[in-house]
Structures are given as C-alpha cells and as structure tokens.
C-alpha cells in the first residue's frame, strides 16, 4: 500500500457547514510563519465550512489545515517547509484525499497538485480576491455535486480474440509473422499492430459511446478523460447530484455486469470535481 | 464464470474504497485549477516531481506490442469453451486447443494487470508483465 500520511481511516476534512447559528466557531486563518514557510493551497470552498481539528495536509512533518478566508470563500491551505521536498507519492495522495474528503461533505473548487503562495495574506489578494465572485458562483453551482470516475478496461485476450475474429487482415498478417524471427517481420509486425491499434481505436469509441448514452440521464455532466493504456475501453468523469445517486450506481453497475466478459469496470468516487473546474482563475492585478 | 477483480461490495464493479496512486497523479497532476504561473514561480522556488504515466497510443512500440500480443495468443488454446463470449470467429478455423488450465492462467494474468494498475502506477504495470510473459526487456 501506498503511503497515507499517517491518517489511515481518516476521512473527514470539514464538518459540513455552519449555519449563523453556529457562526460562533472559531474560524482559524492558520498558523503560518511567513519567514519560515509558504501556504500550500488545496482547494477553495464556501467560507462556512468548518475544519475537523487535526486534519493535516503534505509534508514530511505534516501541518494542520486551516482555512484563508476572503468573503463568502475561502482557501483550504497547510503550511508547508520550502526546504522539504514536496511531490512524494505520500504528497500526492494527501492532497487527493483531503480533497476528495472534502467533497464528500461541501462543495470544493479542487487545485492541482502543487498551487504554492508565499503567505496567507497573498492567498487573498493574489487568488481570492481577484476571483471571489466567480468562484462563488462556482460552488453554488457545485451544491450537493459530486465527481465520479467510470473506467473500463479490456481484458487483452477477449479484446484481441475480437479483433482477431473480426478481421481476416489480422488473421493474415498473424499467420505470416507468428514464429519466425524479429529481423524477417519488423514491417509485417508494426503492419499488424498498426491494424489492431486502429480496430481497439474503434471499439473504444463504439463502447465509449454506448457507456456515455448509458450514464448521461443519471448525471448532471460528463467529461471524457483520454486513454491512457491500450487497454483502456473507456474514461468517464461524471458529476453526480445527491439525489441521482442511486440511479448513478445502478446505471455503473449494470455496464459493469453487461460487459463484465470483455472488460473490468471501476467506478472511482465520490471525488472532488476535478474534472469540472476551468484551469486558469484570474490572475492578480 | 467471471473474470472480473470486485475488490468492491458490488459484485463485478471494482469499487475501490481509496484511489491508487496512478489513479492519483491522473488526477492531480493534471486536473483542477491553476494558480497563474508568474505568481507561483515567482514566490517559491519549488520543484515539483511531476511523472507523465500517460503513454503515447499511436507509436511503433506500441504497434509491436499489439502484433507480440496477438501471436502469443497462440498460447493459450484457441478452444475456448470455457469462456462465455470469446473466440466465436476463432473456433472453427482454429481449434487445437492445448490445456484449459492455461486459458484461466491467462486470464487470471488479465486480472493481474488489472490490479497492478490501481498499484504503483502504469509503467511498473507495463514492465511486471513483459517479466511475466518472458518478454525482451526494455
């Protein structure tokens, strides 16, 4: 198992919000040194939520998380020692799951990896501030939201078997090179392999399309992430909303049991939107 | 006979309850916002470790790996009665079979891999199983 930064089963970031009833609760701005270290900053959320005391962020010496506020958001942020390395897998996985923790109880503008300012006060003016109203409205629309990954991956030997059945040039091809050696086949070689790349190609976006109609009436959007491996037959990131739920499960689990001969389905979730936030804020200025 | 890895509660659906690390730097390394970047670099000097785990689809090597793919599907048997839905074309040309035992080796290799994934991350997948398969070394 990969490093969990010392909080295995930790899976609460924030307690939910508060309304003005409990607008008494301490809010911290964190304690930052600004001669010493810099705020990493994960993500950004209404300026109501509240942090579970003792959550902490990246780092080899991990501090607590702590909110920036600036109006109706804030900046989810942990100090962190700019002498240390930062990027370690135990980094990685941190911000993904205090992310993702997050999501699962308020809406999260998510960051990638490695959004660094120098103090709490230039994550106001240099990210907040210039983007306060966007990112508000941001969130509103992210209310009770929530990012899933749908993933389906052949299993080699049927996706080749299908190729193989579906094309005599393949079969061809197989026959010519099978058993004789590298010097003679190169080009025959990259020949076949160039056919069932393009064949694999085609039933990605045939089975793409048909995994995308299957699951479109039970989110609210979705985003194709490319293949990354050969073997991928589809890459899904899907916004659910709290009340599609159950019908979101039943639709991942019914292509999942429909094709389950071809290919295993995993559905990743529920995560933070990251799928579903524009790049680039405004810069400062 | 299900070939699938349900690590989850819902039967075939692999529902893993945290992200791999590969599922991880897909994620966080190349999606969410952006702080624009002078102000990033111009307030620390960190390096960040960033590992592309994409592959490049359309490339020879990758073409090579198809074609070593295909012509070792001879062996594992091409009668696959065994296994619901495969080699429908396949089984009258072709069909000398050789042991079931290593069909199921086979597949059980699939799931394998299937599981590497959501490990390390993609090219320590792709590496374990050239080693399995006997394959060259890259």
Same mark, same amino acid.
């Given at each position: 198992m990969i490093g969990m930064t010392g909080r295995p089963g930790e899976t609460v970031t924030v307690t939910g919000r508060s309304d003005m009833a409990t607008s008494t609760h301490t809010r911290t701005r964190g304690p930052i040194d600004d001669r010493t270290g810099a705020c990493y900053i994960y993500g950004i959320v209404p300026a109501d939520v509240e942090i579970v005391p003792g959550v902490t962020g990246i780092g080899e010496s991990p501090a607590q998380v702590s909110l920036v506020i600036d109006g109706d958001i804030a900046a989810l942020v942990s100090e962190i020692d700019v002498a240390g390395p930062i990027g370690r897998p135990a980094d990685l996985i941190a911000h993904e799951e205090l992310l993702n923790a997050t999501a699962r109880e308020v809406p999260v503008l998510p960051l990638r990896f490695g959004a660094v300012l120098s103090s709490p006060e230039s994550v106001v003016t240099d990210l907040l501030a210039p983007n306060h109203d966007e990112f508000a409205a941001a969130l509103a629309s992210l209310e009770g939201r929530t990012q899933y990954v749908v993933h389906g991956r052949y299993l080699e030997d049927v996706l080749l078997r299908e190729v193989l059945s579906e094309n005599s040039e393949v079969a061809r091809l197989r026959e010519e090179t099978r058993g004789r050696p590298e010097a003679e086949t190169r080009s025959a070689m990259i020949q076949l392999g160039e056919i069932v790349g393009s064949a694999v190609e085609e039933k990605r976006a045939a089975d793409t399309d048909a995994a995308v109609d299957a699951l479109t009436p039970h989110c609210v959007a979705i985003m194709l992430r490319p293949a990354a491996h050969e073997h991928d037959a589809f890459r899904i990131a899907a916004l659910v909303d709290t009340h599609q739920q159950a019908d979101w499960d039943r639709a991942v689990e019914s292509i999942a049991e429909g094709w389950q001969d071809r290919m295993t389905v995993r559905l990743l979730g529920p995560l933070a939107p990251y799928d579903f936030v524009s790049p680039e804020p405004t810069p400062a200025g | 006979m299900t070939t699938a890895s349900s =690590? $989850? +509660?819902? $039967?075939v659906l692999d529902r893993p309850s945290s992200s791999g690390l590969a599922d991880v730097l897909d994620t966080i390394l190349d999606k969410g916002l952006v702080i624009d970047a002078f102000v990033r670099v111009a307030v620390v000097g960190i390096e960040l470790v960033t590992i592309d785990a994409r592959i490049v689809v359309a490339s020879v090597d990758t073409y090579l790996k198809f074609a070593e793919a295909v012509n070792r !599907? #001879?062996? =594992? *048997?091409? #009668?696959?009665? $065994? !296994? *619901? /839905?495969? =080699?429908k074309g396949l089984s009258e040309g072709a +069909? %000398? /079979? %050789?042991? %079931?035992g290593a069909a199921a080796g086979a597949l059980e290799a699939a799931g394998d891999k299937w599981r590497e994934f959501t490990d390390p991350h993609d090219r320590h997948d792709r590496s374990a199983r050239r080693n399995r398969d006997g394959d060259r070394e890259e």
């Open positions: - | =690590a $989850g +509660s819902t $039967g !599907l #001879e062996l =594992a *048997p091409r #009668e696959e009665q $065994g !296994l *619901p /839905g495969l =080699a +069909s %000398k /079979g %050789k042991v %079931k």
